[in-house]
């Protein structure tokens, strides 16, 4: 017989199971034992209980009682750096990505008015300097027809502090060129951007005769294509009292709501035409009348918008 095919015979029958299992009465050759080794003296971990975890072993009779150290604050690094360091470092990080100064000038309407035979100027922009979070500021207006004296010029010098990510709170004054007499006001108000990005910008004004009025605007820029921008624009005035000298009543005093179409050659320059209407109302549509003007009228303009 091959002695490949009584090999596995072999091995089953030394095992110890086999033995047992009914195999008693045989006599199978015993098998001597090899005697365990002991480990070599020069082995580091002869004698050791490798089972044991060091969570066994006894602790150390030596407890530290240094106090632990102070937690960090708003600024880890500063438990690392040092707080003056690190208050120097983020001072000069805020100006590089957007604590830098710059100024700004913007004239949002230059542009000429054609209504009843009648030609008419306006112009509407402001100027500013400062950084992100506080600026100092100029706002001009002003109107009037061609070939006659200006109806209205207003001037404003404001202080600009950031009160949110899109709004401004602006205080300072405002000086009446025109109308005759001049006045001059302090200005209290807000700027900013609402939901769906529409700009507001609300003031309330104090003369230096005790005369309290208020004033909000609104506009939307809806982009058609790229370039071509449509913006609706309004405008509300009210005084709290009469102001006979200038022709202002008491309430709303005026209101105005125009459409422009503008076209952006470049960001800085843009052409525009459009429609407006004004329309005085209470008191101040008397005093219009009386002095031999119309208190509403629509016009067709034309003009450019810059900003540089």
């Known amino acids: 017989m091959n002695t490949l095919l009584l090999l596995p015979a072999a091995l089953l029958l030394a095992t110890p199971a086999f033995a047992q299992s009914g195999h008693q009465g045989h006599d199978m050759p015993a098998v001597k034992a090899e ?3 002991p480990p070599p003296e020069n082995d580091p971990h002869a004698g050791h209980d490798m089972g044991s975890s060091a969570a066994e072993m006894p ?4 407890v530290g009682n240094a106090p632990a150290p102070a937690p960090p604050e708003d600024h880890a690094a500063d ?4 707080a003056d360091i690190m208050a120097k ?10 604590g830098m100064g ?12 054609f209504q009843k035979g009648e030609e008419s100027y306006r112009f509407e922009g402001e100027a500013f300097t400062g950084g992100n979070i506080n600026r100092f500021g100029v706002k001009f207006e002003g109107e009037g027809a061609f070939g006659e004296r200006i109806d209205d010029l207003e001037l404003q010098a404001l202080y600009s502090r950031a009160i949110a990510p899109y709004w401004n709170l602006q205080a300072g004054v405002r000086y009446d060129i025109k109308p005759d007499p001049s006045r001059t006001y302090l200005v209290a108000g807000v700027e900013g951007i609402a939901p769906y990005w529409f700009k507001m910008n609300a003031a309330g004004f104090v003369s230096n005769k005790g005369e309290v009025r208020a004033r909000l605007e609104a506009s939307y820029d809806q982009r058609i294509t790229q370039s071509l921008i449509l913006q609706p624009r309004i405008e509300a005035n009210i005084a709290f009292q009469d102001i006979r000298a200038i022709g ?13 179409l503008r076209y952006e050659i470049e960001q800085e320059i843009a052409p525009y035409i459009g429609v407006e209407w004004r329309k005085q109302t209470g008191a101040t549509a008397r005093f219009s009348r009386a002095s031999g003007e119309d208190p509403e ?3 067709l303009v034309a003009g450019i918008r810059i900003w540089f």
């Not at 602790?59 to 030596?62: H, I, K």
């Not at 470092?89 to 957007?98: F, H, I």
């Open 89 to 98: 470092s983020r001072k000069e990080l805020a100006y590089e990505v957007g």
């Open 102 to 113: 710059y100024s700004l000038v913007t004239i949002d309407l230059l542009e000429v008015g």
């Open 35 to 37: 005697p365990t080794k």
């Open 297 to 299: 009228t629509i016009s």
């Open 59 to 62: 602790p150390s009779d030596e």
């Open 79 to 82: 438990a690392i750096f040092g």
């Open 248 to 260: 202002v009543g008491s309430g709303l005093t005026d209101f105005e709501a125009g459409l422009r």
